[in-house]
């Protein structure tokens, strides 16, 4: 005999889920194109959990090459994790390995995290689809956060200047976030991103650092942050003008939040597991026959 108890959870369980896939489907629809959610590449902080000692030193006898600083582990709370060398070297075929194309005028929108590793993951991408030329790349601020964790899940000022520091002369980087957020609507604003200003259509770097620390969206989901189809959604409802030059949807977040919002969806743990320690995979979500189709691609 099941108890009424038991019930409720079940049913509570099976709500929660098709409230979440009907975030995804409405996303989906309203941007009417693919959306691929792709994990950052490797960082450097991926040294310690994938085993710093043996792969570092098969790294550094120049398997793949790479500056030394690429394979150093960071000093939580002082520096944000960069990509690491090999997580680099295996970024460069990303983009025709998941049959992205260019667009006209080389202008790319790619929907990042606030963390330095999604911003050098998507320049990386579109570097490698671009085979180094040159190119304009918007980077929209959403809130995808990562769960806390003692290898450095909060945006420091600093890595501002260092994402600056990656950034080749024929290649041109615009910043835009999601401000203004309504949470029960699912709309936002968005704010241009610049060193200095003092318009209202404008964000400094101080402030939008500022901002990430206090806006109780852009934390965690644990401290109740928003989820990524929750973020989408929202995208696809104020923000779709920003990608009508787009063939996809390209987002980079992070693993812990990409396997949570998985979790939630029809996707079996064992493919969810699959997806440990690899390099920018990509989750791609589309309509078919009025439902969500969920695509694994692996690099």
Request: charged share 30%.
């Amino acid at each position: 005999m099941v108890s009424t108890n038991r019930k409720k959870t079940n049913k509570k369980k099976t709500k929660r889920k098709k409230d979440k896939f009907q975030l995804i489907k409405k996303a989906c629809k309203q941007f009417d194109k693919p959306i691929y959610l792709m994990r950052h590449l490797h960082t450097d902080a991926n040294l310690i959990a994938d085993s710093f000692i043996g792969k570092t030193y098969k790294k550094l006898r120049g398997t793949k090459g790479g500056s030394l600083k690429h394979y150093l582990p960071v000093i939580p709370g002082l520096q944000e994790p960069s990509i690491s060398a090999w997580g680099r070297n295996d970024g460069k075929k990303l983009a025709n390995k998941y049959g992205i194309t260019k667009v006209k005028h080389n202008h790319y929108t790619i929907i990042v995290s606030p963390l330095v590793r999604t911003w050098i993951s998507a320049l990386l991408f579109i570097r490698g689809l671009m085979k180094h030329k040159g190119f304009i790349l918007t980077l929209l601020i959403a809130p995808l956060i990562e769960i806390k964790g003692l290898t450095g899940n909060t945006p420091l000022l600093n890595s501002y200047q260092r994402f600056k520091d990656e950034v080749k002369d024929n290649e041109t980087v615009k910043f835009k976030m999601c401000d203004n957020i309504n949470r029960k609507k699912y709309t936002c604003t968005l704010k241009d991103i610049v060193e200095n200003t003092d318009k209202r259509d404008q964000l400094s770097i101080t402030d939008m650092y500022s901002k990430f620390k206090t806006n109780k969206n852009y934390k965690s989901i644990k401290d109740g942050g928003m989820s990524i189809d929750e973020s989408l959604l929202m995208l696809s409802t104020s923000c779709k003008a920003e990608f009508k030059h787009m063939k996809e949807i390209l987002v980079y977040s992070h693993s812990g939040a990409i396997k949570n919002q998985l979790t939630t969806l029809d996707v079996s743990k064992e493919q969810i597991n699959s997806l440990n320690d690899i390099n920018g995979y990509a989750i791609i979500f589309t309509i078919r026959n009025n439902k969500v189709k969920i695509d694994i691609k692996y690099p």
